[in-house]
């Protein structure tokens, strides 16, 4: 069983920048590549960042790329979305996920934290 706990979002405006936080209990942290996905009022939930086990090898959607940062510290059992040039249409509910294999599919995710706001006003 993993846990996981968002944190970190809030009200920025258009340019600006957030780090979100994802604390992770037990001990199997290492064990699970992890994901962040958002979801918009009306919409799917989409995928935006993902990390392997190792850190080593990171994953963007076409929209966030060059502009938003996933790393992973697994000393601490957390992982990072760094957020820079936020546009109005990156408000949305983020989610930190965990699964065994890694993709960008949420239903490959076993674990979901309960989500954090991030708003971006123009």
């Known amino acids: 069983q993993v846990q996981l706990v968002e944190s970190g979002g809030g009200l920025v405006q258009a340019g600006g920048s957030l780090r979100l936080s994802c604390a992770a209990s037990?001990?199997?942290?290492?064990?699970?590549?992890m994901g962040w996905f958002r979801q918009a009022p009306g919409k799917e939930r989409e995928f935006v960042a993902a990390i392997s086990r190792t850190g080593r090898m990171t994953y963007y959607s076409d929209s966030v790329k060059g502009r938003f940062t996933i790393a992973r510290d697994n000393a601490k059992n957390t992982v990072y979305l760094q957020m820079n040039s936020l546009k109005p249409e990156d408000t949305a509910v983020y989610y930190c996920?965990?699964?065994?294999?890694?993709?960008?599919?949420?239903?490959?995710?076993?674990?979901w934290g309960q989500g954090t706001q991030v708003t971006v006003s123009s």
């Open positions: 037990g001990r199997t942290f290492r064990s699970y590549a």
């Open positions: 996920a965990a699964s065994r294999y890694g993709s960008q599919l949420p239903r490959e995710y076993e674990y």
